[in-house]
């Protein structure tokens, strides 16, 4: 892979909360530690895993005090902006800056659908307005998402725009750009998407909520991509495809904070109440992760 801004592994940071909703600063520095302790110094943070909708701007720099705390100036950062208009964003990006972040996450403004040409603008407007590099940050599962076209007109013809975090789960973007050799940052946002991206040599990296958890697991499987053909990677892809399986039933943040507490790193609370029918779905994961990481070969197991 070349030298790009953005590449390799960066765990998508959870942000983890009180019973009340305020934030778990102490929690937040046990995962900071947790997961430098396992060699993972670039976080990206404030996207979908970690709640952006609810971190207002003064909690946004909470996180990033946290942050360097603990890892000072070894810490790699991506800072998500998602809102739901362009003031709002902009004031996002300007924390990001003054907080050391390397580059923004920029999703389309969320409630609302908008068509192409109205996030072509959007897009526009934000990379002319900020100093930081920007990476499109295709989120449909709660914005408008972009299609391969527009994202690829983005990143070509404006020049703060230097790629993409897809995590649409599909491909196509990414396929798209290493065909008409864009230059880019092509960045993987949906675990479920990495092997096969890997597989077909089309990402330069991937921003990763089981990273957050479950480190081990992710550098394996990256890391691994140069001899795909063999067990290791095999192996290490079969894994993954198990734990997602196991928290795709819940919402994005839900099933990585009850993992992080099996393993001990914080205690999952969450905005709104937990169901009955949600809790014995927890019940049943937390089971299923305790005997499933007692499987694990000893270079994946959960430590």
Request: with cysteine; net charge negative.
């Amino acid at each position: 892979m070349t030298q790009k801004r953005v590449q390799g592994i960066y765990a998508a940071l959870l942000t983890p909360r009180r019973a009340d909703n305020s934030l778990d600063l102490s929690g937040m520095t046990r995962l900071v530690e947790f997961l430098a302790q396992r060699d993972i110094r670039s976080y990206a943070l404030n996207g979908a895993t970690g709640e952006f909708c609810l971190t207002t701007p003064k909690e946004l720099r909470a996180l990033f005090a946290v942050i360097r705390d603990v890892v000072g100036d070894e810490a790699n950062l991506l800072c998500g902006v998602g809102a739901a208009g362009t003031a709002e964003a902009i004031e996002l990006t300007r924390i990001a800056h003054e907080e050391g972040s390397r580059a923004l996450l920029a999703p389309a403004p969320y409630f609302f659908s908008y068509q192409q040409d109205d996030l072509e603008a959007f897009f526009q407007t934000l990379a002319s307005a900020v100093q930081l590099p920007v990476l499109l940050y295709n989120l449909p599962q709660f914005t408008t998402g972009l299609e391969v076209e527009t994202a690829c007109r983005l990143i070509r013809d404006v020049p703060n725009i230097i790629g993409i975090k897809d995590s649409s789960g599909s491909l196509d973007t990414l396929r798209s750009l290493t065909q008409q050799a864009i230059p880019a940052c092509r960045i993987i946002g949906n675990d479920g998407a990495l092997v096969a991206a890997l597989q077909e040599d089309i990402c330069d990296g991937v921003v990763s909520g089981v990273a957050c958890v479950l480190p081990e697991l992710i550098q394996s499987v990256y890391n691994a991509v140069d001899g795909q053909g063999c067990a290791q990677f095999r192996l290490a892809s079969g894994l993954l495809d198990e734990f997602i399986a196991q928290i795709d039933v819940f919402p994005t943040p839900w099933g990585l904070k009850w993992i992080a507490e099996a393993r001990g790193i914080l205690r999952a609370n969450f905005a709104q109440p937990i169901s009955a029918r949600r809790s014995i779905q927890r019940g049943d994961l937390m089971s299923w992760f305790q005997d499933w990481q007692v499987s694990l070969p000893e270079n994946l197991a959960a430590k």
